[in-house]
């Protein structure tokens, strides 16, 4: 695969994640890093990753990106909800 394909599915797979995390429901935010570990876990399991070094480490750096995406998420719907209560606060007086 090229790198620009990989770089497009990386920045895609944020993108999605970041959506599905700054919804209502937190548990919308665990489908991405859970298919990503399927998908990496089988990856491994067919030997399409050889080294289990490289498996590790391809594992707990693409959920750390997954989990802080999910963590921006849930902040910036905090910070949305916030807005919205100011704003009914402000027209209730």
């Known amino acids: 695969m090229p790198d620009l394909t990989v770089f497009f599915i990386i920045v895609s797979m944020?993108?999605?994640?970041?959506?599905?995390?700054s919804r209502n429901s937190f548990i919308l935010g665990a489908v991405i890093p859970i298919l990503f570990t399927a998908v990496i876990t089988w990856m491994f399991t067919t030997n399409r990753i050889e080294s289990k070094i490289a498996y590790i480490v391809l594992l707990?750096?693409?959920l750390?990106?997954?989990?802080?995406?999910?963590?921006?998420?849930?902040?910036?719907?905090?910070?949305?909800?916030?807005?919205?209560?100011?704003?009914?606060i402000t027209k209730d007086l």
């Open 14 to 21: 944020s993108a999605v994640q970041y959506f599905m995390a």
């Open 60 to 62: 707990l750096i693409g």
């Open 64 to 88: 750390i990106i997954l989990i802080e995406e999910w963590v921006r998420g849930r902040k910036s719907l905090r910070k949305r909800q916030q807005k919205e209560m100011d704003i009914m």
